[in-house]
Antibody
Framework: QVHLMESGGGVVQPGRSLRLSCAAS????????MHWVRQAPGKGLEWVAV????????NYADSVKGRLTISRNNPKNTLYLQMNSLRDDDTAVYYC???????????WGQGIMVTVSS | DIQLTQSPSFLSASVGDRITITCRAS??????LAWFQQNLGKAPKLLIY???TLQSGVPSRFSGSGSATEFTLTINSLQPDDFATYYC?????????FGQGTKLEIK
């Protein structure tokens, strides 16, 4: 069964750092590109970043470029999001999502909350 | 960046109704469009990809159509589980972008 599970969220002060992880199981992780998507409280979905299946390509939303970094460890079947210089508007539920040539953006993890607050 | 505009933002309907949600792209995206359903407090669920291909396991009352700049999601014979928020997503070019969402409420 294909499964994604995020971890590492919590409350952090503005300007500080946090690293999210997404553990993948039930499929060959190294075959798939992966994304992070976030959703601020009461708001819509925002695409954050993508990484290719082998980690050779990354792309970011302008709102996070230079502060958030996506990476992956294929032998550990894990996706990461390193979040630096956090701001109040980074407060959101963060989802990891698999990309396939068919069935893009499926499945999604259950999401992990990140709250940036002093 | 490609902007997606969904309409309406809110929709009130009854069980058994047929509804349509529109997603307009600011430039042509061929059929690189997906639709998602999100229930409160849950992760989004893929309904349709490539504008009109039904994801495995999704009921056939859901359908999608369109290409280039105008797309529609249609739900026939609304069921209680269908009252949720719906989003479109363009996968033509980065940065990927979502529509602002359509909240479907019970009348």
């Amino acid at each position: 069964q294909v499964h994604l599970m995020e971890s590492g969220g919590g409350v952090v002060q503005p300007g500080r750092s946090l690293r999210l992880s997404c553990a993948a199981s039930g499929f060959t992780f190294s075959d798939y590109a992966m994304h992070w998507v976030r959703q601020a409280p009461g708001k819509g979905l925002e695409w954050v970043a993508v990484i290719s299946y082998d980690g050779s390509y990354e792309n970011y939303a302008d709102s996070v470029k230079g502060r958030l970094t996506i990476s992956r460890n294929n032998p550990k079947n894990t996706l990461y999001l390193q979040m630096n210089s956090l701001r109040d508007d980074d407060t959101a539920v963060y989802y990891c999502v698999r990309q396939a040539p068919t069935s893009p953006f499926d499945p999604w993890g259950q999401g992990i909350m990140v709250t940036v607050s002093s | 960046d490609i902007q997606l505009t969904q309409s309406p933002s809110f929709l009130s309907a009854s069980v058994g109704d047929r509804i349509t949600i529109t997603c307009r792209a600011s430039q042509g995206i061929s059929t690189y469009l997906a639709w998602f359903q999100q229930n409160l407090g849950k992760a989004p669920k893929l309904l349709i990809y490539a504008a009109s291909t039904l994801q495995s396991g999704v009921p056939s009352r859901f359908s999608g159509s369109g290409s280039a700049t105008e797309f529609t999601l249609t739900i026939n014979s609304l069921q209680p589980d269908d009252f949720a928020t719906y989003y479109c997503l363009q996968l033509k070019s980065y940065p990927y972008t979502f529509g602002q969402g359509t909240k479907l409420e019970i009348k």
